[in-house]
């Protein structure tokens, strides 16, 4: 065997690794709730040792930014997918959005307690992940034409970000789905883009 294929055989064997563990906090963060599990559980879950979990987590927050990476990514795949990266900014962001809905949909349980948890452990909205991504849509968006040129794309993207946490932790709240989750966030995304000031 090459060296190359035993680094190749390495690196996945630790992806999957990686992966069986964070499958294994989710679900016990599903089952027992985010402040019930401990890094022992998830190793226990994982068959794995205790040390291992914290050579691919240092923390358990870490298994929240995971999950919320992984969300993200699934919608940017979906953007991809239909060649919408040059579109105008309502369709990219509506695409997005809507993939970030049908996730929270499918799993609605998961994402009850991995978003409840990321909003009570972890500062979700100080600048988060998903605001420089909707930061560099409104910057592309901006370089087209499509967005006055005195908006600041971070601060538009940290708008955005906020009023999706803020739409997603209402809808988490109750036992069943409050309102139409989809729905809420495409209307919200069209009010920001269209501002609420009277012309």
């Known amino acids: 065997m090459t060296a190359e294929a035993t680094g190749d055989r390495r690196t996945r064997q630790r992806h999957e ?4 563990l964070f499958q294994a906090a989710v679900e016990l963060f599903v089952e027992r ?3 019930n599990t401990t890094m022992e559980d998830i190793a226990e879950r994982a068959d794995t040792a205790r040390a291992t979990v914290f050579n691919h987590f240092q923390r358990k927050t870490a298994f929240l930014d995971e999950w919320s990476l992984r969300r993200r990514e699934r919608a940017m795949t979906a953007v991809r997918a239909e060649n919408l ?3 105008p900014l ?10 970030l809905a049908r996730n929270s949909l499918d799993s609605r349980a998961e994402t009850i307690a991995c978003m409840g948890a990321a909003i009570h452990s972890t500062n ?3 600048n988060p992940e998903l605001a420089r991504e909707f930061g560099s849509f409104v910057a592309r968006a901006q370089e087209a034409g499509e967005i006055r040129a005195d908006i600041d794309p971070a601060q538009a993207g940290l708008l955005l970000a906020t009023s999706y946490f803020g739409t997603l932790s209402s809808w988490i709240e109750s036992e069943a789905a ?3 989750l989809q729905e809420h ?5 069209e009010m920001i883009l269209r501002g609420i000031a009277a012309r």
Not at 17 to 20: I, K, P, T
Not at 185 to 189: A, E, F, G, P
């Open 178 to 180: 409050p309102f139409d």
């Open 33 to 35: 709730g985010y402040d």
């Open 17 to 20: 690794r990686r992966d069986r």
């Open 85 to 87: 990266e040059d579109r």
């Open 185 to 189: 966030l495409l209307n919200m995304v």
């Open 124 to 126: 979700v909205f100080g």
């Open 90 to 99: 309502r369709e990219v962001l509506s695409r997005y959005l809507i993939e």
